[in-house]
């Protein structure tokens, strides 16, 4: 493909023959075409590069590339895009694509004229299921956004309680705010830190429309020690075994503080406060995120139960107002 198409998707692989031609082909049947799709393949050991090669050679929107060695997923997820840039310039939105997942053909043309007639919105991202390899529906469509809220830190305090980041994350985002925000960092649970920081630069909107379909691979369970392997396949620096909210506050506060990379909207100054309430909103979450799960046997009766819920979001008020946590906020001041 030559010229600078509209929109750019970066699609990280590792060892995804099973799905990636479905995966392939869902992204190259939309029906918005002004687009080109990165694939760099962090040495997939299977038969990912001869499928994805195959269709790269009819399809010159595509470009596969292979790492000479392993990066890991955080890493390897973030080369898209700079390879993107690269390749095409400042290109207007990105979206990350994945060897195994399925998007509906309306997904760019929708998410594209959403962003286009919400200038104050940095992302859009739709409606999603999650389903298992027998097609059952195992996560049905959740709503948040930010739309309308003027004030950068309430958008992030939202953000906190709202997000479901591993799901947003496959929305579309504009390429230029991306950049700003550091792409995706090295840290665990990137997704999160990223939607943070995006929600200080603009509105997060949602399109009430089931345009992507998630799938859960049998066997897989999420987990920080999971990240830690996957994230890190030469072994996690020091830094990756701090508690969460800790490696996501040393990020924020070196991007806003130390570096200043949120002015001229985001002072220094202003920085500092932001990474303050978010360490203590961080804190609080998880801390509510582990009671949930120590509810154990009881987790069937309320299966419902998220951080999202009218109960979790009481928890995680009082959370809030726990002595612990003001503790660690005053020792961070």
């Known amino acids: 493909m030559t010229g600078r198409p509209r929109v750019v998707i970066g699609v990280p692989l590792y060892n995804g023959e099973d799905h990636v031609a479905e995966a392939v082909e869902s992204l190259l049947g ?11 393949d962090d040495g997939s050991s299977d038969g990912t590069e001869e499928i994805v090669r195959r269709y790269a050679g009819f399809d010159d929107r595509l470009r596969y590339e292979r790492n000479p060695d392993r990066l890991g997923l955080v890493t390897n997820t973030r080369q898209t895009f700079w390879r993107a ?16 997942d399925v998007w509906y053909p309306r997904f760019l043309e929708v998410l594209v004229a959403g962003l286009d007639a919400h200038p104050d919105s940095v992302v859009a991202y739709p409606f999603s299921l ?18 309308g809220v003027a004030s950068a830190r309430r958008r992030l305090e939202l953000a906190q309680l709202g997000m479901v980041a591993g799901y947003m994350v496959y ?13 995706y960092r090295s840290v665990l649970l990137p997704d999160r830190l990223l939607f943070s920081e995006l929600s200080l630069r603009g509105e997060i909107l949602q399109v ?7 799938r859960f691979r049998p066997g897989v369970k999420a987990s920080l020690e999971r990240q830690r392997a996957s994230f890190f396949p030469g072994g996690a620096p020091r830094y990756a075994n701090l508690p969460w909210p800790l ?28 990474t303050l309430s978010y360490l203590r909103h961080a804190s609080a979450f998880e801390l509510t995120r582990r009671l949930i799960r120590r509810l154990g046997p009881y987790r069937s009766r309320w299966r419902s ?3 999202r819920s009218a109960t979790a979001r009481a928890l995680h008020r009082a959370m809030m107002r726990q002595p612990m946590i003001q503790r660690l906020r005053g020792r961070l001041t």
């Open 130 to 147: 999650g389903f298992a390899d027998d097609d059952v529906v195992v996560r049905e469509p959740f709503r948040f956004d930010t739309v």
């Open 247 to 274: 490696q996501h506050g040393g990020a924020m506060a070196s991007a806003l503080v130390l570096s200043g990379a949120g002015r001229p909207e985001i002072s220094r100054g202003a920085g500092l406060a932001v």
């Open 305 to 307: 139960l998220t951080v």
């Open 85 to 100: 840039r690269e390749l095409y310039g400042d290109f207007d939105y990105f979206a990350w694509g994945s060897d195994h």
């Open 208 to 214: 009430p429309e089931i345009l992507w379909y998630r």
């Open 171 to 183: 929305g579309l985002f504009r390429a230029q705010d991306l950049a700003r925000c550091g792409v």
């Open 30 to 40: 939309q029906t918005f075409g002004d687009f080109a799709v990165v694939l760099i």
